[in-house]
């Protein structure tokens, strides 16, 4: 069983930068892919950034050109590089992982960004 922990979210202003950081633990499976969706009050859960085991991302619309996303394979970590923030990028933002055998979710961290 996969355990997953974010962290690194908080307020920030309008323009501002934040970097998520999400570690994954408990399975001897490394994750095929991972990935960053997020969830603003009232919407669904969406994509944000997703990342292959070699290092192929893959973004929203919404955040290319001011997210990055990376991971460290050796750390079983992952990272959101957030710059530019929006309000409309305020939400809870979840770290996922896909192994061979199953999938996981963290349990979340909440970014808000004020205008």
């Known amino acids: 069983q996969m355990q997953l922990v974010e962290s690194g979210g908080g307020l920030v202003q309008a323009g501002g930068s934040l970097r998520l950081s999400c570690t994954a633990s408990?399975?001897?499976?490394?994750?095929?892919?991972m990935g960053w969706y997020r969830q603003a009050p009232g919407k669904q859960r969406e994509l944000v950034a997703t990342?292959?085991?070699?290092?192929?991302?893959n973004y929203a619309d919404s955040v290319k050109g001011r997210f990055t996303i990376s991971r460290d394979n050796a750390k079983n970590t992952m990272y959101l590089q957030m710059n530019s923030l929006k309000a409309e990028d305020t939400a809870v933002y979840y770290c996922?992982?896909?192994?061979?055998?199953?999938?996981?979710w963290g349990q979340g961290t909440q970014v808000s960004v004020s205008s």
């Open positions: 996922h992982a896909d192994t061979a055998l199953n999938n996981y």
């Open positions: 990342i292959t085991r070699i290092g192929s991302p």
């Open positions: 408990g399975s001897i499976f490394s994750p095929n892919v």
